[in-house]
């Protein structure tokens, strides 16, 4: 895990480990990641991921991408633009 101890963004000190869902994008293609570990600031919502985390999911999702690795599951996603009301 990271060693965060302050937020970067805000500077609170009370930050709580978690899970997340992450969106990973590379090469116009997406990865939604499921339970990532992360560092969350409790103040803004700020979170951290530990390098070696995010190293695992851009090589998984190449992986994926290549073919080499089959996904846990596929979701379809709606794709809508802002308009204000
Ligand atoms: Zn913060």
Known sequence: ????EQCAF???THL?????RY???????????E?????ECDFC???YF???????IEADHQAINEHRKQPARFVKVAVDEFRAA
């Open 1 to 4: 895990m990271t060693d965060q």
């Open 10 to 12: 805000c500077g609170n």
């Open 16 to 20: 709580t480990a978690k899970t997340t």
């Open 23 to 33: 969106l990973h994008q590379a090469q116009g293609e997406m990865l939604i990641v």
């Open 35 to 39: 339970h990532v570990p992360c560092i």
């Open 45 to 47: 919502g700020e979170q």
């Open 50 to 56: 530990d390098v070696q985390v995010l190293k695992q």
